[in-house]
């Protein structure tokens, strides 16, 4: 009698970033997707893992050390500030952003500022040669004796090489170009990031090493490469910036050590990056009368509050349909406070071209603005200068309310810190935190009660000097 042979599992397919199968092989994921994450899984059964003698054994909590875990500042004040107040022996920071943005620039600098406090440093370069990282460094002050360049793609090689030199700090310029012979594939795809990205994070755990990931990003801009690449990290941080402004924002997406709302602002120039603590003149343009069609806000970047400048103009239009252009500003509030200006204050705005801007190259997306974009409108079309001394904050709502916006109580401290003196907020503003001294805050509760308002703060300046004049 024939004995029946086992019946033969199907193959499987897995997506390497969510884990999502099916019966069948799919260019895309039929569920994050993500184009060319799915391979075989084959049918094979997991095998059960047995268990082995512990050679270190649970100790309490409370024993253990932690002094081998504090945070090393790195000589960059508004980088430590992002990171939670420095690097953590055996931690992996991913810095992520476009290129061009000052990456490399940036973690060079560190890497130098390290290596002259006395830290072993090795910078590890996949995607410019050392002539070219060296001639950066020359560029921007980063040469150290303590710094040590390598210009490696091979994964094994740079194993190697923290092996020899026993670093404190390892940079590596980017983990998308390095690539292991292990591993099938060529740099860059989901299985050789997550096998390199595991070997580091192996050895800085290993070995109490600080590591600095270089991540690239798609079109979208998010990070590229698995997703598990940014859950195996312990800080992921985000640089921000407009390629045609100096200014750069490095934010924390992720911060197992410290808060993810603080920001860190560097000025970006040939001479190098270099942080800056106090930013808000940067988005202030250097004006030194009032003009029409300009007003103040203060915005939140995390926690941190950013005096900006906000500028509108209106102009008639000869077009059938006129213009709108945004520049820093989001185009569909920009859109709604148009309406609500035509509808709610009777602006005859809707058939005139309409350019609005901030100043510096900053991005104001937050609806606290929409207040002073709703002055500046309205400065421009009666061409009426605001007072220099004046900002602006709330949330405007499409029935023509003035909203209260989060965290009042920093914005009226920033604006008065900067000579500020008078401040449009909206009605209730005063509960939320107290008046700062030398400032005066003004409550409205409408977009026409504010243009009112804005319009006899402008009057009040302008009437001493026409008195003088006439006398």
């Given at each position: 009698m024939a004995t029946k042979s086992p019946t033969r599992r199907s193959a499987r397919f897995r997506c390497a970033e969510c884990g999502w199968t099916t019966a069948k092989w799919v260019g895309r994921c039929g569920q994050c997707q993500v184009w060319g994450s799915v391979s075989e899984a084959g049918a094979a059964s997991v095998p059960r893992t047995a268990p082995v003698s512990v050679v270190s054994p649970a100790v309490p909590i409370a024993d253990i050390d932690v002094r081998t875990a504090a945070a090393r500042p790195t000589g960059v004040p508004e980088f430590d500030?992002?990171?939670?107040?420095?690097?953590?022996?055996?931690?992996?920071?991913?810095?992520?952003?476009?290129?061009?943005?000052?990456?490399s620039t940036l973690l060079l600098d560190v890497a130098a500022?390290?290596?002259?406090?006395?830290?072993?440093?090795?910078?590890?370069?996949?995607?410019?040669?050392?002539?070219?990282?060296?001639?950066?460094?020359?560029?921007?002050?980063?040469?150290?004796?303590?710094?040590?360049?390598?210009?490696?793609?091979?994964?094994?090689?740079?194993?190697?090489?923290?092996?020899a030199s026993a670093p404190q700090l390892l940079v590596v310029d980017s983990v998308q170009t390095i690539a292991s012979s292990e591993v099938e594939g060529q740099a860059g795809n989901v299985s050789q990031v997550r096998e390199v990205a595991v070997s580091l994070i192996r050895a800085a755990k290993e070995r109490g090493i600080s590591v600095l990931l270089v991540g690239h990003v798609t079109k979208d801009g998010s990070i590229a490469g698995p997703r598990v690449l940014e859950h195996l990290v312990d800080v992921v941080v985000q640089f921000e910036g407009d390629r045609h402004s100096r200014l750069r924002l490095v934010r924390a997406v992720k911060n197992r050590f410290g808060p993810t709302d603080e920001v860190g602002c560097f000025d970006l120039s040939e001479a190098g990056i270099v942080g800056l603590a106090d930013p808000s003149g940067l988005f202030l343009s250097d004006r030194h009368h009032a003009v029409a069609g300009t007003c103040v806000t203060v915005t939140l970047e995390g926690r941190r509050p950013l005096v900006t400048e906000i500028q509108a103009l209106v102009a008639p239009s000869t077009?059938?349909?006129?213009?709108?252009?945004?520049?820093?500003?989001?185009?569909?509030?920009?859109?709604?406070?148009?309406?609500?200006?035509?509808?709610?204050?009777?602006?005859?705005?809707?058939?005139?071209?309409?350019?609005?801007?901030?100043?510096?190259?900053?991005?104001?997306?937050?609806?606290?603005?929409?207040?002073?974009?709703?002055?500046?409108?309205?400065?421009?079309?009666?061409?009426?200068?605001?007072?220099?001394?004046?900002?602006?904050?709330?949330e405007v709502g499409l029935a023509g309310e003035v909203r209260r916006a989060t965290g009042i109580g920093r914005r009226l401290g920033e604006a008065a810190r900067l000579g500020f003196r008078h401040a449009v907020v909206p009605t209730g503003s005063r509960v939320d935190a107290p008046v700062p001294d030398?400032?005066?805050?003004?409550?409205?509760?409408?977009?026409?009660?504010?243009?009112?308002?804005?319009?006899?703060?402008?009057?009040?300046?302008?009437?001493?000097?026409?008195?003088?004049?006439t006398a």
């Open positions: 500030r992002v990171l939670g107040g420095g690097l953590v022996p055996g931690g992996v920071v991913l810095v992520a952003g476009e290129p061009g943005v000052g990456k500022r390290a290596a002259r406090q006395g830290a072993a440093t090795l910078y590890v370069s996949g995607e410019e040669s050392a002539p070219q990282v060296r001639a950066r460094a020359g560029r921007i002050d980063a040469l150290a004796d303590s710094l040590y360049l390598a210009a490696e793609t091979d994964l094994a090689t740079v194993l190697g090489h923290i092996e077009l059938p349909s006129p213009r709108r252009t945004s520049s820093g500003l989001d185009a569909s509030r920009l859109a709604m406070v148009i309406a609500v200006l035509d509808k709610r204050a009777g602006a005859p705005i809707g058939s005139h071209d309409i350019f609005a801007a901030t100043v510096g190259g900053a991005r104001v997306t937050e609806p606290a603005a929409d207040l002073a974009l709703v002055c500046a409108l309205a400065s421009s079309v009666l061409d009426l200068p605001l007072p220099v001394d004046a900002i602006a904050l709330g030398g400032l005066e805050v003004i409550e409205v509760a409408s977009v026409a009660e504010a243009i009112e308002t804005m319009r006899r703060l402008a009057m009040r300046r302008t009437a001493p000097a026409t008195t003088r004049d």
